[in-house]
DNA sequence: CACTCCCGCCAGGAA
DNA sequence: TTCCTGGCGGGAGTG
């Protein structure tokens, strides 16, 4: 509770007077280039000007409708979830028909008092607490058992609890751990069941609902909502649900009336109790009890009933930081294994999205990360097939492949050279205004002169002229259909591994910088030249490296350049074998987050999700023990999970997993077992290295104005060339344009502190390489940017520029 | 101010 | 026609 309470954040209410930004300079963004300015302009909606008022409402109602409709699928999901012996939720919404029983459950963790659901059970003991054990016989002989005193039952009234369907109930954070708007089981629960005419039989009871770690079972209040829920398991049509079961029979408008009754101990009220549906279900009304009407397969979405739990908390009562993308993507994970544990490997978004209290936008998000990366595949709508990642070698590998036939590599290198001459610094005589970034590129005669066809087609998606042809518009919308693609969230992420790692086998501490990543994935440097990307898809790689960052497989590591920090991405996944397998669960469980999460609710937030990873690995392995219990002869437990010093997986050791600290976000934990294939990690920052750039060889292609250049040629002050790769100073001309064979060849900078190419100096045409000696060293603090490929910087200008046009 | 990236609008298309 | 999917950009949050 303390700890909600510490995560609510008044989400700022700034609206309306901010500048708005609206890009215009056509030399600048591409998708501006050559459009009027109406095409440029924001949506009236986002600067709130000269909106039809109606149209905005409708908005944010829409946009509040989704936010509902996220809160009651939780509902609906804390109701679907199933006991741990595979019961697993969700599978055909047409067998709810037919279902003959619905057992609601809560297993007692003491289990003194009661059994447990799993299975087939008949009966249910409940806690001697329980001064009533109301038997009614239903029609067919069954036996109607119902309520328990919860002794743990603590549930959040939001029924939001994001680890409803977690084996793992940590809930430690962000309100999703019912805690926040407690409902305390009372118990004395009683209730007048009323059999149902199929004969089927409704248990009722609670669980210990406690968060404990490997006691979770159903545990949430939940909406009825047959589309999720009303679906029997795979045991026999069963489902058994030890949750708060909300019941709305009455509409909305009885939603509130039924809560404060229900926070009553509720006597067996026909009312409010249970009641048989058409589809001779009985719910169970307890604790937090909230009625559905039981109307049939859509239940109403429910405003109402979110209302309540919304309306008290401005970005639905947690911190920004708390909704991550990575840690989206840890909790998504955490649900997949889940279900992988249950046997399922059909992984619904609209449960998960329930289950983790986010809308199903973002789960896309993490989704189609996935995709790229082949462990899931869409089998139909809102299921997919999870694949897993244990091929993920393999996969990287024809990624490499392709890579590499796709000179994706020489892309890199060549991005780096052409980005570093945005670096140069402008002679005193020179104006610097006249020395813009494109006007320096190699291909800035493409640049001015023809657009390429996708900045074309970018422009015509913004494009809302119209008054094309059929014909033109038809033409059109492939293009906008193409280029939809080539933005695609799992395109970039492929192309963006395949140029982290691509140059793996070139350079050992083979880096990637935000800029070169997002200029090569945005543009193709050999067609479009190195024009700043635009935001937008810097905001994608953003996302993209987000969650691969979260599944361990990249690392953003800061390097410092000067006075400024940049930061470089590094691949970090498993070591890129043909036919390679991997073990996924392992590598995410034994590689802890190494970035430094800043924010502590963050942080909280992650340390959480490990915990909860942890605490899942650990139930399973608890059970596997016990079917393995004869065999089993431990480890010594004294190897212990240990501060990563070095290179964390040069070896894999045996570790006592139990033991396994789970929340030091910068604790790197070998593994325990051998897996197939170890994981590459980067070079700790701190050791120097010797720049090690490969000979590079000349990419087969080059944009109009780029040469090959060759590393043994060095370029003289006279500007003679001259074969030499002993000086240091090693400066390469050719045509005009400058290259470095050797980045910082005998700079005393370390390499890894290095930007990517030369910095260089055009008033003295020499390169940097030397502090000491080198009168026309450019020492990095002089340099104004570690990159001027900095999109946000680039577009921030443009930003001031374009309010300042209005 | 720059960087990061969450949020939610809305186009396109599948169901 | 509905609604799922996901590209996209605004702007919030943070250092």
Not at 225 to 248: L, S
């Amino acid at each position: 509770m303390q700890f909600s309470n510490r995560l609510r954040m008044v989400k700022s209410s700034v609206q309306g007077a901010k500048s708005v930004s609206v890009y215009q300079d056509p030399g600048y963004c591409p998708r501006s280039r050559g459009l009027s300015t109406d095409e440029n302009l924001p949506l009236l909606s986002t600067i709130g000007w000269n909106l039809n008022p109606h149209v905005h409402d409708a908005r944010k109602r829409k946009a509040l409708k989704v936010r509902n409709v996220v809160a009651e699928r939780q509902r609906s999901m804390d109701v679907v979830k199933i006991e741990r012996n595979g019961n697993l939720l969700s599978k055909r919404i047409a067998e709810r028909e037919n279902r003959c029983r619905v057992e609601f459950g809560w297993t007692l963790k003491d289990g003194t008092s009661g059994k447990n659901l799993d299975g087939n059970k008949d009966e249910i003991k409940w806690n001697k607490n329980f001064p009533i054990d109301q038997r009614v016989p239903n029609g067919n002989g069954g036996e109607i058992k119902q309520d328990g005193k919860a002794h743990k039952g603590e549930r959040n009234e939001e029924g939001s609890n994001g680890n409803v369907n977690s084996l793992i109930g940590r809930n430690g954070y962000e309100g999703s751990d019912g805690n926040e708007c407690k409902v305390k089981w009372k118990g004395n629960v009683r209730r007048g069941l009323e059999p149902d005419g199929n004969g089927g039989e409704t248990m009722t009871g609670q669980s210990d609902a406690d968060a404990g770690v490997s006691e979770t079972k159903w545990n949430g209040n939940g909406f009825r909502d047959q589309d999720n829920i009303d679906e029997p398991d795979r045991n026999g049509g069963e489902i058994k649900r030890n949750a708060n079961v909300i019941k709305d029979r009455s509409g909305s408008e009885e939603l509130d009336e039924n809560d404060a009754k229900c926070d009553r101990n509720v006597p067996g009220s026909s009312d409010h109790g249970e009641k048989v549906d058409k589809n001779g279900d009985e719910i169970e009304c307890s604790g937090k009890n909230l009625s559905e009407k039981p109307d049939g397969n859509k239940a109403q979405q429910n405003k109402d009933a979110t209302k309540h739990q919304k309306r008290d908390e401005p970005n639905n009562g947690f911190p920004r930081k708390t909704k991550t993308l990575g840690l989206l993507c840890r909790k998504f994970f955490l649900k997949v294994l889940e279900y992988i544990f249950f046997g399922d490997n059909k992984i619904n978004l609209e449960t998960i999205a329930s289950s983790m209290e986010v809308e199903k936008r973002r789960i896309y998000d993490v989704v189609n990360v996935m995709e790229a990366l082949g462990a899931m595949k869409k089998s139909h709508k809102s299921f997919y097939t999870w694949k897993g990642l244990d091929n993920l070698p393999s996969t990287l590998h024809a990624l490499k492949i392709e890579a590499d036939e796709e000179g994706i590599y020489e892309k890199v290198l060549m991005t780096q050279h052409i980005m570093t001459r945005f670096m140069e610094v402008p002679t005193r005589n020179e104006d610097a205004n006249n020395a813009s970034p494109n006007e320096a590129g190699p291909s800035q005669i493409h640049d001015d002169s023809s657009l390429s066809t996708t900045e074309e087609s970018n422009s015509s998606g913004n494009n809302d002229s119209g008054s094309g042809s059929s014909k033109k518009s038809g033409s059109k919308k492939k293009e906008n259909k193409r280029q939809r693609g080539l933005n695609s969230l799992t395109y970039l992420c492929r192309y963006f591994f395949k140029i982290l790692i691509v140059g793996l086998d070139y350079q050992p501490d083979y880096k990637v910088s935000l800029d070169v990543a997002s200029t090569i994935l945005i543009k193709d440097p050999e067609i479009d030249g190195c024009k700043p990307p635009d935001r937008s898809r810097c905001r994608r790689i953003y996302d993209v490296a987000n969650v691969l960052i979260s599944l361990r497989l990249i690392e953003r590591r800061m390097f410092t350049f000067g006075t400024k920090k940049i930061p470089l991405f590094v691949y970090c996944g498993p070591k890129i074998i043909e036919n390679g397998q991997f073990d996924f669960f392992h590598h995410i469980r034994f590689n802890k987050l190494s970035v430094k999460l800043k924010n502590s609710e963050e942080k909280r937030a992650y340390e959480v999700e490990e915990e909860n990873l942890e605490a899942f690995f650990r139930k399973q392995e608890e059970e596997k023990n016990k079917a393995e219990s004869s065999n089993d002869v431990g480890e010594p437990t004294e190897k212990r999970s240990r501060i990563e010093e070095t290179d964390p997986i040069q070896e894999s050791v045996d570790f006592d997993k139990e033991n396994v600290s789970t929340t030091l976000i910068n604790q790197i934990i070998p593994s325990q077992g051998p897996i197939p294939v170890p994981a590459i990690r980067p070079q700790p920052q701190l050791i120097v290295q010797e720049p090690r750039f490969p000979q590079f060889v000349p990419p087969p292609f080059y944009p109009q104005g780029f040469l090959p250049f060759d590393p043994r040629m060095i370029l003289l002050n006279s500007g003679n060339l001259l074969h030499n790769v002993n000086s240091p100073r090693t400066l390469i001309q050719q045509n005009n344009f400058n290259y470095l064979s050797v980045p910082y060849p005998l700079s005393s900078i370390p390499f890894f502190q290095q930007p990517y190419g030369a910095t260089f100096d055009t008033a003295s045409a020499y390169y940097a390489t030397s502090t000491s000696t080198g009168n026309s060293f450019i020492h990095p603090e002089n340099i104004p940017r570690p990159s001027a490929f900095n999109i946000d910087s680039i577009l921030g200008a443009r930003k001031i520029r374009g309010s300042n046009q209005g």
